[in-house]
């Protein structure tokens, strides 16, 4: 019963937990999007241009559209508001009706929770505050000027439903709250009181008292502190204890003898040789190929010829991975080492750099830019290091060599953006992945139109690092088809040719990225290499999976 008890409670800690993490994962995504309006400078500009001439009615047609463009169908939040400061009585708002959003929110915003937003924002600078009423959550931030000047205030209606749905699906559920910045909201019935911050330890705490299990967690969080209570009311639990008990006597009173002899019948024949099976194959698994058991334990004919046959599965297995890992090994390093070769013109890198001088003496200084931007990227094709991995802070540096490039042929026509977790600087990536995706994206995206857009972003996501190279470049559903064929039919183990496959014409552009899409899924496997997709806003998406989990990462 005690068992039963301590299980419970240590599912319910672990629910709890995973709960909190959901939420907190929503919560910081739901921050990110609000920083929006801060580095996106639309609502900026807007408010500079009716400093100036005071159009009342474009400074809310921009506003307006920004709103809808970047909140409306963001399910986190229900209502999305700016009021400016120097205008505290007007406020621009959409309302997110597809989450569920009314204009109750926002008129709950203009009784009760205007004035203190804009009380609120006096004290924040440039963090982040919470305010509510009546189980309404807003997030409160100021949005500044370039001179760290606030000019309007950013309030944004928490979608509970959507950002704590998990801690109010618990089963059996009697209530359950959360305390946010320290405004209370009520999840599922009615709790005795607001989760108190002060009183709730960080991490998650779980117990049984009086019939009924309850559960206390707290995420303390650089922008704000989460807490959470709920309490269940345990019938279930309850009942099973009461039914082991009963159990546990009526065994005890009828057939405990027999299954006493039952189980030394089975420990003896059955469950001690299966023992020692499962520790050699624990072994194996190990990586102790080899291992042999003992015929005089299996205690049984039955067990012994199926000791004697691991045995021999056991041999077998040691010789046939000692012979095809050799051969893999060499397969690999010698497909890596053909991937990876580049010519090595020390008389170029030498040209350059004289080049380089002269261009500096007579005063060129774009030149000189250009030259050691082009120099940064034959010493990276060159690896005189010979390193085919290296930092993610080393790949970024030669694309910025290459982007510099680019720059100066196309200009403000070209605008790039990175969205880089700076964590993963220090992961290691194999050497020139980027540079052939983001000059694909250069040549088939922007090159045509001679102008255009690419995002480069690098997260996190479970155990892997993902790499993704976005533009807005004129992509149809035959071209990527197009390619995602070419990466499926690009050999990764197995051929005797896989540099010699013919090309049609108008694919060469993409044999860098069959060569990317080859290195990785010999580096880290088949889930790994290069997955292509388009977005609903007819973006496509180049994105590289690296497992973090390899030698020299995490």
Known sequence: MDSLTQHATHSLALSTGSAMD?????????????????????????WRRYEQNGETVALYEEVSTFLYQQYKYDEKFLNTIITFTALPEDSIYVTNTAAGGTSAGFRKYEQYIRSQALALSAELGTGIGCVGRENHLFLVRNLVDSDFTP??????????????????????????????????????GSPPAAPDPSGIAAGVAAQYHGGSLSAAAKAVRPDYTLCCALRLTAGALTA?????????ILA?????????????????????????LVAAAGQIEQGRFGVQVDPAVMNSREMGTLGDSFNDMSRTLKNQFERIYKKELALRDARIMALQSQINPHFLNNTLEIINWEARMNGDLKACS????????????????????????????????????????????????????????????????????????????????QQGRIALRAFRQDHW?????????????EDLARIQAGLADAPDKGE?????????????????????????????????GISVRITKNETIIFSIKIDLRQDGQD
């Open 22 to 46: 959901l939420c907190v994962s929503r919560l910081d995504a739901a921050l990110a999007s609000s920083r929006k309006a801060s580095y996106i400078p639309t609502v900026r500009d807007a």
């Open 151 to 188: 000019f309007a205030v950013l309030v944004m209606e928490v979608n509970n439903d959507n950002i704590f749905r998990e801690l109010a699906a618990q089963p059996e559920t009697e209530w359950s709250a959360v305390t946010l910045g320290g405004v209370p909201v009520t999840l599922v």
């Open 240 to 248: 099973q204890r009461r039914a082991a008990l009963a159990v546990l």
């Open 252 to 276: 005890a009173l009828l057939v405990l003898p027999l299954i006493g002899l039952v189980l030394w019948f089975f420990a003896r024949r059955v469950a001690r040789p299966v023992d020692v």
């Open 370 to 449: 250009m030259l050691e931007s082009l120099s940064t990227m034959l010493n990276a094709a060159m690896d005189r290091e010979h390193r085919p991995l290296v930092h993610l802070s080393e790949e970024l540096m030669y694309v910025d060599a290459y982007l510099y490039i680019i720059n100066e042929r196309l200009g403000k026509r070209l605008c790039v953006t990175r969205e880089i977790d700076e964590t993963l600087l220090d992961a290691y990536v194999p050497r020139l992945i980027l540079q052939p995706i983001l000059e694909n994206a250069v040549e088939h995206g922007i090159t045509p139109t």
């Open 465 to 477: 690092l993902v790499l993704e190279v976005e533009n807005d470049g004129l992509t149809t559903a």
């Open 496 to 528: 005797d040719e896989p540099c010699r496959k013919s090309v049609p014409a108008g694919e060469s552009g993409h044999l860098g990225i069959r060569n990317v899409h080859n290195r990785l899924r010999i580096l880290y496997g088949e889930e790994s």
